[in-house]
């Protein structure tokens, strides 16, 4: 954690402020200057196909597929040649596989059809691809061409909410809130220093804010700070003991052995 004198951060606000966003990736940067993406690529176009398999699949697994497939296939042209079926066969261990592999297949005919083969540098023309939503257009356009995009996935929704950076019901609108409060000078990277921030520190279950170097400026409420287990319960014995819950539940069986036994009578 870099450290930082009082009064650079303001009291916090649920909303964080401008300032505070400032020191927060002046932190970050400080701490990862170069952040890359995990997810491995050749060239802009294995880098399309990289990111629209990673939906909803770990950058790990996706890698182990795509490290044999991006020998044999690493242009539009190799990949539709490929076919749907010998593609499948490289990504069977990545979920939604099948129609995964019908999209890479679509949208490398696609590239080749119309855009001479090679991967568009816009948003809009991206988005026409099958298989590539708003989020993937943009890591495609932040990683392979440079542009200060922000792709909002699982994990960047999740840190810019609880930090209060740019609280928001959608990704989108989160996207929105972050292009706003993130200083211009730190847009190219703020993608990748927020993911990994997510992905390793600030965890979906259980964040680590004991260990994490912007827990002064961040909002959230329920901090974690400590990484010690919680200790297991004993209050459900002790409640099944309390006498409140046996009265209640000896006379609602009592009750009903009475009327029982008076209908026998
Ligand atoms: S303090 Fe906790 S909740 Fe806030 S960013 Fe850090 S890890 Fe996440």
Request: with cysteine; charged share 30%; hydrophobic share 35%.
């Amino acid at each position: 954690m870099v450290a930082t004198t009082p009064t650079e951060i303001s009291p916090m606000p649920r909303k964080m402020t401008r300032k505070n966003a400032r020191v927060l990736f002046e932190r970050l940067s400080q701490a990862d200057p170069s952040p890359q993406t995990e997810l491995f690529f050749k060239n802009p176009f294995t880098l399309v196909v990289a990111v629209a398999l990673s939906a909803q699949a770990t950058d790990e697994g996706v890698n182990k597929a795509t490290k044999t497939l991006f020998q044999i296939a690493d242009t539009p042209e190799k990949m539709a040649a490929l076919g749907e079926k010998k593609l499948g066969g490289y990504i069977k261990t990545i979920g939604l596989w099948r129609n995964k592999a019908k999209n890479v297949i679509l949208l490398s005919q696609k590239l080749i059809d119309e855009f001479d083969s090679i991967v568009p540098q816009t948003r809009e023309e991206l988005e026409t691809l099958p298989g590539v939503g708003r989020k993937t257009a943009n890591v495609v356009l932040n990683v392979a061409f440079g542009q200060p995009t922000m792709a909002v996935d699982t994990h960047i929704f999740r840190v810019g909410n609880r930090t209060g950076l740019a609280p928001g019901k959608n990704p989108l609108e989160v996207e929105l809130g972050l292009e706003k409060i993130i200083p211009d000078d730190f847009m190219l990277h703020a993608h990748h220093w927020l993911i990994l921030h997510g992905r390793y520190i600030c965890k979906a279950r259980k964040p680590e804010c004991w260990r994490c170097g912007i827990e002064d400026l961040c909002g959230f409420t329920n901090k974690v700070m400590s990484d010690e287990k919680p200790k297991p319960k004993k209050a459900k014995k002790k409640l099944a003991n309390t006498p409140k819950l046996r009265t209640t539940a000896t006379k609602k069986s009592t009750k009903k052995k009475t009327v029982k036994r008076k209908a026998k009578i």
